[in-house]
């Protein structure tokens, strides 16, 4: 059995590149490179303390409120990234899946996205998810509209039967989601099954968040109570 003290699922809202890069005066974009860097770092350090499925949250449905030129190079440097760092996730047992709507992303990204996924799919060290173009809104109402499409009437639609629907169906719900950059919010991210996810919020900037600052995020976490909306058994035993 896998160590309850460790999480299964940990999801990762990556904020903070951009001051970063102001800190250093460079411009954003260089913060955005850095924090593809820390992430290819962390996908091991994670995958090394036994955490099986990690979903990062790369490009919100919201970012392309961005400056155009900031959206476009996040775009060529996820295109960089991919080639850059591909063999290396492969060769490390990553499998890689890409969650989100596609519909807006150009053909070059979709193709660079199918082909990650089907080189990898015999993966098994550790499940990445890069949460791209991707909203938790924007995930629900996906899977609503393939229920209604399917014709499922009303009263069959339970709880199992949206989240069969919800693109992160394979993986198991997160336990401990992590934000970097000191806010303290979701921001849209698996509002779905954030239901009982531990909340882990640091001033950490993400490309700074290294092994160190994985093992203080894991610690906090083995620190927690997890009682699910029920109660600790010794407490209900003994008070
Ligand atoms: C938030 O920082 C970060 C993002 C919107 C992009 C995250 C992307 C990466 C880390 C690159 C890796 C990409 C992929 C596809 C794997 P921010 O710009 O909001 O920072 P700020 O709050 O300091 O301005």
Known sequence: MSDPQIPRHVAVVMDGNGRWAKARLLPRFMGHKQGMDTLVAA???FARRGVEYLTVFAFSSENWKRPSDEVSGLMSLVLIGVQKYLEKLHRDGVRVRVVGDR???SQHLRDAWDHAEQLTAGNRRIN?????????RWDML???RKALAEGIPPEALDEDTLSRRLSLSYAPDPDLIIRTGGEMRLSNFLLWQAAYAELYFTDSLWPDFDGAQIDKALA??????R???GVIEDLAQTG
């Open 128 to 136: 990445l998810s890069v949460a791209f173009n991707y909203g938790g």
């Open 43 to 45: 996908i091991g350090e």
């Open 227 to 229: 009682r699910y909306g």
């Open 103 to 105: 519909a807006a992303i």
């Open 220 to 225: 906090a976490y083995a620190n927690r109570d």
């Open 142 to 144: 996906q899977a609503c």
